[in-house]
């Protein structure tokens, strides 16, 4: 059974700091890539940051240098640390996975996590 279990949202003033966890089944940690992404209110969904298939992190361009993606593979969780937030990150942030890279950059993939609201104000 496919599961992803997001949690850590929350609300934070503009410039502060949330660190969000995204838990997966075993299945999922180790045999799928994962990616995290945020659908504004109003707004289409898009991606924040994904696991490219060679390993290494890649990141939405409203998000460089300020987010971060790490890994711990003894909890198989995925960990989002957003610093400097700012208004325009508020949004439901998405944990997903699939066993194709190409369609988390379509953000297309097959499995979903409930969603963690953020919500950031100035």
């Known amino acids: 059974q496919v599961q992803l279990v997001e949690s850590g949202g929350g609300s934070v003033q503009a410039g502060g700091s949330l660190r969000l966890a995204c838990t997966a089944s075993k299945d999922i940690y180790d045999n799928y890539y994962m990616g995290w992404f945020r659908q504004p209110p109003g707004k289409e969904r898009e991606g924040v940051a994904i696991i490219e298939n060679d390993g290494s992190f890649s990141y939405g361009d409203s998000v460089k240098g300020r987010f971060t993606l790490s890994k711990d593979n003894a909890k198989n969780t995925l960990y989002l640390q957003m610093n400097s937030l700012k208004p325009e990150d508020t949004a439901m942030y998405y944990c997903?996975?699939?066993?194709?890279?190409?369609?988390?950059?379509?953000?297309?993939?097959?499995?979903w996590g409930q969603g963690t609201q953020v919500t950031v104000s100035s």
């Open positions: 997903a996975a699939d066993r194709f890279v190409w369609k988390l950059i379509q953000i297309a993939p097959d499995y």
